[in-house]
């Protein structure tokens, strides 16, 4: 299937998502939820917007490339829509990058940057709670006040390793990412694969000990 | 069971027109808002009585009327005194025995009491179908609310009910698809989406496996309309679902409602019963070879799941989370399957075209909007209640002519339309018709039909703020801009109310709205931002006040007012505010006996303006509360 | 888990056959039995159903209707809907809170009184309206607040009075 993206030519497979066929491409889309074996799109971080001739703005996640469709990446609707989303997630999120463990490979940032977004000043602060990060198990440790709630982690437990240890839990801004009653994850099922901690992309899930990588 | 048909139908008919005959039959009221009214009560004070006195009279429960502001309501059929039915408005327990020494055991029809009689008089009650509000109403859904048993099926189908499913499947699907277009009808949940179009698109797929979901998830606050059906006509939504559910090829049916409408619950399974014991649910219907049932499934408490993927989660025993749409569950529902959601009252409708006709109900109504409209009429109106008139009717003729306008000779300020998601649209939107393409133009949608008015003494930036707090508590928390876009907006608006707005929040709070308008997962958050939209357009000098002067003009919001008592008016031997004030801010001067307020004390709960007799009426509420000074400052001098 | 919790689980377990689709209706019947979800009510469930724990205690906590800890013995939802909202609601659940020095999700701690908000409970011609243990009260106004709250002051004293006899 062809189709362009701000002008240049681009194949994909039938089906294939604009966020996929882009990356592949070689064409930048920030993207904090998307994953690409998941079967449904989750759609939740609205950072991958893109604009369709004829269509209007679409996250690139959830739609799939038509034939002959004209897509652009840097439209004023794309970048102000872009801009506020990752205002939002700034505003509500512990900018700690200093010691944040994450630091060096933290995609929040990276997109940050890509977007040219500072953490915006006029907004309200958000009412966070500060909870405790849960150091229970020997591998890895839990922040949840870094957490976006991307859902990855909760994907790749669920679907993928099927560990089940990870869910969401309560609704709205209280939202988190959770054990069966918040318990520590070292009494939980979990086997310590370590996959959610390699998909999370900010500080919320990290090793302890970064050579425990490699032996994972 | 199709043999059987024409026997259940004589005995349903034979039994409906026993109790036309029978000499005293009353109707009471007992749906949700008339047992708030206390009509429980006085059914049991009706039973009593009758069983006392050894009257033989027949006692129905019946659903809502839609004079809610009138409950409990109560009919009384006495056919030998050659007086039509009498409707009595406000029967508490008290009356009851007036009623029946009075009517039932005399002569004298207590017409004081009467709200107007069921057919034409040359007496002294009004006619009820020639009151000002029954010319401008015409009844489709509501056709035998408050007039029927809910909880007896031989009632609906002695008044023709189950005829059009009777019909419907006598023609094919496509038939049925095309009559539904030529009507024009829309979804009655809102977005007024054609009807036939969505059913058309679920049936042209390929699965074997299809449902319908009837949506009688009613979350939005203020809205009543699908509670009074569903209790009062539990009937004519399932007989449209299952034409819906023959119309689409679906095998399997899910009723989604609330669990904080209990009773709802119970006369959706009541009928759903008596439906299978007729055969019009279950295997081979009506011989016709089409089987079909129904389950009916109770939300938890998540208003987010009146958005119809949420829904399917939640019925799927999932969190309720929308998901992206496309594809539209008309093509991926309920189990990855295609669904058809449809509103209460759409299918209601359903049955109602399939009796008359797409002729017959494009005849009522405007071309891009035929049929009715159902509203529920709450706040600061008249006639609280519900209604349904054709679509084009003015909100004017709502308002004024049906609902009986603002009470105590206050003023209209704002028409609160469509839930959460709706707007408020100010005086000069009084003569907007009613239909999906006008509210639309005006920045409001038209929702499902709840319908509050405000007045004067309602602020617009707090109920703003009122609406954006309650989507903020219910939205699902799943995507950026609901998530954080909501609360930020419910921030804005909370500091705005409590005297810290600055300038630049009108602004922001422009951009952010728009941003969540486009760029939201789903219509809860696409739409949140109404409230404030509609009311930063229709009302912008509220907020104004709110941010530069610190001031509220409705003398509502906690922070920004103060209440003071008027020496003046203060009568000295009157001590109800100083007894009743729950934090003892209220002294009373030693020497004067006038009483005072003391402000830091003051947690300005309104009882002492409540309760000061109105011969009085020496409390008063003021604006910015410094204004405290300056009264009292020309006391002392 | 205590005798009596097995039993119910048991016999609620008897009615729904194990699919997921009953998960929510599972939550809500056991909920009903016991007053409140319990850690074992919702491991007892996943168990019956296959479903993770940690995902039934998502679902439990996406819905208003489930709560982890008993209900006071008199339950007051006080209803926020729009209605209600605009004929003075707040003022009537801040009087609660006053009454009862508690806020609004909390328990007095002597177990008597809970008190809640609600979104509408669709009696919006009665507004604002008030819900103690089930019963509507219609039309509050702070100052009902108080009349109410010494009417229920009174019934608990007296049948706790009957209890006794």
Same mark, same amino acid.
């Given at each position: ?216 | 069971?199709? $043999? ?69 309501? %109560? ?14 408005? $406000? ?69 023709? &009910? ?16 095309? +009559? ?38 009613? &979350? ?7 509670? %009074? ?47 299978? +014991? ?29 958005? +119809? ?33 449809? $509103? %209460? ?46 679509? &084009? ?32 649209? &100010? ?69 705005? %109310? ?31 931002? $109404? ?10 000098? +509220? ?95 | 888990?205590?005798?009596? *919790?097995?039993?119910?689980?048991? *016999? ?134 108080? *009349? ?16 006794? *006899?």
């Amino acid at each position: 299937m062809d189709f362009s993206i701000d002008g240049k030519k681009v194949k994909a497979k039938k089906g294939e998502k604009i966020l996929w066929a882009a990356l592949d491409a070689g064409i930048e889309i920030p993207h904090l939820c998307a994953i690409r074996e998941a079967e449904n799109a989750w759609g939740a971080c609205r950072l991958c917007f893109v604009e369709i001739e004829g269509r209007g703005v679409v996250t690139s996640c959830t739609e799939p490339v038509g034939e002959g469709m004209m897509v652009h990446t840097d439209t004023e609707r794309v970048q102000r829509l872009r801009k506020r989303a990752m205002e939002l997630i700034l505003a509500d999120h512990p900018m700690e990058c200093k010691t944040c463990p994450k630091r060096g490979d933290c995609e929040l940032l990276k997109w940050m940057k890509f977007l040219k977004v500072k953490v915006p000043k006029n907004l309200r602060p958000f009412p966070k709670e500060r909870l405790e990060p849960d150091e229970s198990h020997p591998l890895f440790v839990l922040d949840p006040n870094k957490c976006i709630l991307c859902g990855k982690c909760i994907w790749v437990c669920k679907e993928k390793i099927r560990a089940d240890v990870l869910d969401f839990a309560y609704r709205g801004y209280n939202m988190r990412i959770s054990t069966f009653l918040g318990k520590p994850i070292a009494q939980s099922p979990c086997i310590g694969c370590g996959e959610c901690v390699k998909v999370c992309p900010v500080g919320a899930l990290y090793f302890k000990d970064k050579e425990e990588i490699k032996e994972v | 069971m199709t $043999n059987d048909w024409e026997e259940i139908y004589q005995r349903a008919k034979e039994k409906w027109e026993a109790l036309e005959a029978s000499p005293i039959h009353i109707r009471i009221g007992t749906p949700t808002c008339g047992r708030a009214a206390g009509a429980l009560d006085t059914l049991k004070e009706f039973r009593e009585k009758l069983e006392k006195e050894g009257i033989q009279g027949q006692i129905t429960e019946v659903g809502c009327m839609g004079l809610c502001f009138a409950e409990p309501l %109560v009919i009384i059929s006495k056919p030998e005194i050659g007086l039509p039915p009498i409707c009595y408005r $406000n029967v508490t327990y008290q009356e009851v025995k007036r009623l029946v020494d009075g009517f039932i055991l005399g002569d004298d029809p207590c017409l004081e009491l009467a709200l107007g009689t069921l057919d034409l008089t040359e007496d002294a009650a009004p006619y009820i179908p020639e009151m000002l509000r029954f010319e401008i109403e015409e009844r489709l859904v509501l056709r035998n609310c408050g007039y029927i048993d809910p909880q007896d099926i031989d009632h609906y189908i002695a008044r023709g &009910g189950y005829l059009s499913l009777r019909k419907a499947l006598g023609m094919s699907p496509e038939q049925i698809i095309d +009559e539904v277009s030529k009507a024009g009808l829309r979804g009655r949940g809102g977005a007024g989406f054609p009807t036939g179009r969505k059913w058309d698109l679920c049936r042209s797929t390929k699965n074997e496996m299809k449902y319908i979901i009837c949506n009688a998830d009613e &979350g939005d606050p203020g809205a009543f309309m699908d509670r %009074v059906v569903l209790e009062s006509d539990p009937h004519s939504m399932i007989e449209g679902m299952i034409i819906a559910a023959y119309a689409v090829g679906a095998y399997e049916g899910f009723i989604y409602t609330r669990m904080e409408y209990p009773l709802v619950l119970d006369r959706l399974e009541q009928a759903l019963m008596q439906a299978r +014991e007729y055969g019009l649910l279950g295997e081979d219907i009506f011989g016709s070879g089409f089987s079909f049932d129904i389950e009916t499934v109770a939300g938890a408490g998540a208003f987010v799941c009146g958005e +119809e993927t949420a829904m399917i989660a939640s019925i799927e025993g999932r969190r309720g989370m929308p998901r992206p749409r496309p594809p539209y569950p008309a093509e991926y529902g309920l189990n990855g399957e295609p669904t058809v959601v449809d $509103n %209460v009252k759409t299918l209601a409708l359903v049955a109602r075209i399939m009796g008359t006709g797409a002729k017959g109900f494009r005849s009522i109504g405007t071309p891009s909007s035929p049929g009715t409209a159902v509203f529920a009429l709450a706040g600061r109106i008249e006639q609280i209640g519900l209604v349904e008139v054709p679509m &084009g009717t003015t909100l004017r003729q709502v308002i004024f002519d049906v609902g009986g306008g603002v009470p105590e000779g206050r003023e209209l300020k704002a028409i609160q339309i469509g839930g959460p998601a709706g707007g408020c649209v &100010g005086k000069e939107a009084l003569d907007l018709p009613v239909d999906f393409d006008s509210f639309k133009a005006a920045g409001a949608i038209m929702g499902s039909g709840g319908m509050i008015v405000l007045d004067e003494n309602n602020c617009m930036v707090e109920t703003a703020r009122f609406f954006l707090d309650f989507l903020a508590r219910e939205e699902c928390g799943k995507c950026i801009m609901g998530r954080l876009g909501i609360k930020q907006l419910s921030l804005i608006l909370e500091e705005i %109310v409590r005297g810290n707005g600055r300038e630049e929040d009108l602004n922001l709070l422009e951009e952010i709205s728009k941003d969540l308008a486009e760029g939201a997962l789903c219509n809860l958050g696409r739409t949140a931002p $109404n409230p404030i939209l509609t009311t930063l357009r229709y009302f912008r000098d +509220e907020y104004e006040a709110h941010i530069k002067e610190k001031r509220c003009p409705a003398l509502v919001c906690k922070d920004l007012i103060a209440y003071y008592i008027l020496p003046e008016r203060c009568e000295r031997g009157c001590e109800h505010c100083v007894l009743t004030c729950p934090t003892e801010a209220i002294v009373s001067d030693e020497k004067t006996r006038t009483k005072r307020i003391q402000q830091d004390k003051c947690v300005k709960c309104g009882t002492c303006l409540e309760i000061c007799p109105p011969e009085y009426n020496a409390v008063i509420k003021v604006s910015p509360p410094d204004r405290i000074k300056e009264l009292e400052a020309k006391i002392g001098g | 888990m205590l005798d009596e *919790e097995g039993e119910v689980f048991k *016999e609620v377990f008897s009615y729904f056959p194990a699919r997921r689709r009953y998960l929510i209706r599972l939550l809500q019947t056991v909920q009903q039995k016991l007053g409140y979800l319990s850690e074992d009510a919702m491991k007892e469930v996943a168990l019956h159903l296959g479903i993770s724990e940690a995902e039934t205690f998502g679902v439990a906590t996406f819905y208003n209707q489930f709560r982890f800890v008993p209900l006071g013995k008199h339950h007051i939802v006080v209803c926020m809907g729009t209605a209600c909202h605009t004929m003075g609601g707040q003022l009537v659940l801040d009087g609660f809170e006053r009454e009862l020095d508690v806020k609004v999700g909390g328990i007095t701690p002597d177990h008597e009184y809970s008190l809640e908000r609600v979104g509408c409970i669709g009696c919006c011609t009665k507004a604002p309206v008030v819900l103690i243990n089930n019963i509507i009260h219609p039309k509050m106004t702070p100052y009902k607040v108080a *009349e109410v709250f010494a009417g229920l002051r009174d019934k608990g004293s007296k049948s706790s009075e009957e209890h006794q *006899e």
